[in-house]
């Protein structure tokens, strides 16, 4: 269980995130809407012990990540797994090595196990041959699915994506959705997904919150999310530049 | 009248408070490189070392590296042996001591500060750049949450990498330098190889040899914890990879240069001469 109290953040004299309370049971997947720069990354890289918050405690499995030592922190750190982004695969590795490299640092299989293991994950997020193939050579949604694969290869309990299905086309997306409740009802994983693919969202969320202005907004069921008739909500699902979010731009239709 | 002093006094505490700021962010530099050096020497006296990693830094660092140091000390020990020959011969009508100045200078001074130079450029600036662009692609970031450590993963095998190969490119340094100046010497001159290498040889002790390889140890040490510090604290996109990266080459220079007569007169007056 994720347990996120008061958390806030400040680069300098910027609040980005002020005083957030939510919680992620385990088994579920909690997906966190909100628009680009909220915070939403800063949000996951803050529980997994990335950043450190300005404030606020994160307590997973009942330990507080904040102020554990860097030696309880790393073993935290063990359970959970990042998407990034941006991908992030190391550039001087293959795509195997990449996939390898958190199940030859955290768990003890064979060699023979590790590959196999390997070519499973790669199939799972549906790509296949490119073992021997250097990031550079990949295109985006490849790479980001490649740090997928890297991600559930050594299992861990708690993932975390950014933007699982950002660059995708519409049917990876969906095979990546799929991927992600499957984790879910099989390995029992606990997953905060950060999406924009609405898509996406609706399908794999048990529960879903919405960051605005560094606050959360909504907090509710896919099924809520429809119904509700919280503006900043509706505006986002709908994805109307007309609302209460303010798109800043310098021209008007 | 007081508006000025006002604005005067406010531009003093402007600059006060400018030099702080710049002493700080030195102060911090320092700090964190250390913090960094006391971590990497954790990792490596834990015995939590991949060899795989640092045989690999060392091909790159040593093996690779040796045509361009040779070449550096071979033509540096060439162009001495001419200087030298040709400033003894005007004054004494024949060349004298040439073997023994060059055995001096190269050994005591040239050899590990060439050699210095050289790795900094190709093999400092190698480290930080690739060290930079790991951590501002969120690298570094991924290797955390993949249940391993940076430093232990990065900045262990290229601290141990430089940390040997350094003095033995000095040594090869040292060696392919004479080489160059006994051939002009033999070449240029009524001086047979034997002479020459009499000269060299005859003054120097152990304690020359050491004098150079202490100092060689100590430069490798402020080349590997600048580039890896820079790196590791690169933030800014691809200019900010190449900032650290110019940054940690002059610093690397810098030190090396100015601590080379600290270091020199502390070994002087310690016997290592
Ligand atoms: N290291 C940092 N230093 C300073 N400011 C930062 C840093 N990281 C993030 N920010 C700021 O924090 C805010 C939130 O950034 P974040 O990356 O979390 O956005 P996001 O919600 O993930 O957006 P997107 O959906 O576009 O990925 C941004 O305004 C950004 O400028
Ligand atoms: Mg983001």
Redesign the pocket.
Known sequence: MIKIRNLSKS?GN?R?LSGLNFEARDGETLVIL?S????????LKSIVGLMKPTNGSIMINGADITKCSSMELHEIQKKMGYVF?EAALFDSLTVEENVAFGLTALSDLSKKETTKRVEECLSMVGLKGIEKLKPSDLSGGMKKRVAIARTIAYRPQYIFYD?PTTGLDPIMSDVISDLIIYLRDNLKVTSLA?S?DMKSAHKIADRIIMLYKGDIVFEGTPKEVDETDNAIVRQFVSGSSQGPIEAERTFQL | MSINKTANISNEIGFFAHLLSIAYSVLEGIGEAARMSVETFFWIFRGKISISNTVSQMVEMGWRSLPIVALTSFSTGMVIALQVGTATTNMFNEPIFVGMIMGFSLVLELGPILTAVVVTGRVGAAITAEIGTMKVTEQIDALYTLGTNPVKYLAVPRFLACLTMLPLLTVIANIVGMYGGLIVTTSSWDVTAAQFMRDALDIMTVKTFFHGFIKSIFFSLIIVITACHKGFNAKGGAEGVGKATTSSVMLSLVLILVSDYFLSSLLVSLRIK
């Open positions: 680069f910027k980005v909100g680009s720069g909220t915070g939403k990354s800063v949000l982004q933007e950060v924009h």
